[in-house]
């Protein structure tokens, strides 16, 4: 059933591409996660309705046109519109209600036996934008009337977490994205140039503007456990665990938002600071973190010899690089922090029987 999709918008079920195809398609805010338990509960609902509202308002008040399809520009309209995380909530819930009972009333077997991934997209409806700088209503509610939500609801087969087996191998390829605080649809598009430079086997491409900061993946945040370098290393307490702020341009992903908790909680040493490549002989693991792959330890980093600009204009297979590799498995702390997750992922989660009984047999 992993290939069955779905797309609602607007009462309507409809037969979807693969989710990248479908946010190249449209612009927007957009958030992925999926469900736990044989899909009984959605991983941190609330904190993903939380991060959508925020890249909605970032968006409105920036860069309007990330929310436009037709690439309509209205920032004379939208500075400092307010964009309240309840009223995006209500929106998003509203649409998943009617969505899974659509959806169960189409195709049942795809809510029971698997996980599902499912991405909310809200776009900016164009046709409404030159009705409402005349609209004498409050702008709250001119700012909702304009968004609609679509929802790509699909089964998904997660990878067992912690085989030594699945480390992802990282390559750096890229600079840092515009707007990086919000996590919009035009991403999808824009990130494909840089897949020409993706080494093989490769699992995830970095960004850094410096070439030495490692910011992020391209879906995904990034982490290393870093020995101190006075440490004996017998102690978790020895290493520090680090990642780019996002003062520096990175997404604030929801995972990344859980680990940051989970160093607090644990007693892990924690600093939000880019790891710098001229470190890595410090580095002891290294993990990316996505909603749908949670958590994933790191095999080997490749780095290209030479600067970011020089990319361009070397053939792929004559670009050389230096690798950095880790053990095979999840070290000490990516494995203590992988559990931790998990505990809060079902303390967190959002029951998908809460959506006004939209599973009820």
């Not at 409809?14 to 990248?20: G, S």
């Not at 338990?37 to 959605?42: D, F, L, Q, Y």
């Not at 515009?178 to 035009?186: E, G, N, P, R, T």
Request: with cysteine; proline share 5%.
């Amino acid at each position: 059933m992993s290939n069955c999709r779905f797309l609602y918008h607007n009462g309507v079920v409809l037969d979807a591409p693969p989710v990248t195809t479908f946010l190249e398609s449209l612009s927007g805010a957009y958030t992925t996660t999926r469900t736990i338990n044989s899909a009984t509960s959605i991983l941190f609902w609330e904190r993903h309705m939380k991060r959508l509202s925020s890249s909605i308002r970032i968006i409105l008040n920036s860069k309007p046109e990330l929310l436009f399809s037709s690439g309509s520009s209205p920032s004379r309209f939208w500075t400092n519109q307010p964009v309240p995380e309840s009223s995006i909530y209500d929106l998003v819930n509203s649409s998943m209600n009617k969505a899974l009972k659509s959806v169960v009333a189409k195709e049942r077997e795809i809510i029971y036996g698997e996980e599902l991934a499912v991405t909310v997209l809200v776009t900016g409806n164009v046709e409404k934008l030159s009705r409402l700088v005349d609209d004498n209503r409050d702008q709250e509610r001119k700012v909702l009337d304009l968004l609609d939500v679509w929802l790509h609801i699909g089964g998904y087969s997660p990878c067992p977490l912690g085989v030594r087996g699945n480390a992802a191998s990282l390559a750096l390829v890229g600079r840092g994205r515009d707007v990086a605080a919000a996590k919009y649809s035009d991403w999808v598009r824009l990130r494909k140039p840089l897949e020409k430079f993706r080494p093989l086997s490769t699992t995830e491409l970095l960004l850094s503007n410096d070439g030495d900061h490692l910011l992020e993946g391209c879906i995904t945040n990034f982490f290393v456990v870093c020995r101190r370098k006075s440490a004996s290393g017998g102690s978790f307490r020895d290493f520090e665990v680090q990642t780019a702020p996002i003062t520096d341009g990175v997404l604030p992903g929801v995972i990344r938002e859980v680990i940051i908790d989970v160093c607090l909680s644990k007693g892990i040493p924690y600093r939000e600071r880019a790891p710098s490549w001229s470190e890595r002989e410090l580095w002891e693991e290294a993990f990316i973190t996505s909603s749908l792959r949670i958590l994933q330890h790191v095999g080997a980093i490749k780095v290209p010899v030479g600067s970011l600009e020089a990319l361009a204009c070397t053939k792929t297979e004559e670009i050389q690089w230096k690798e950095k590799t880790f053990q095979e498995g999840p070290g000490m702390i990516t494995e203590l922090i992988q559990r931790a997750i998990m505990e809060r992922g079902v303390e967190e989660g959002f029951p998908l029987k809460d959506f006004q009984g939209a599973l009820a047999k």
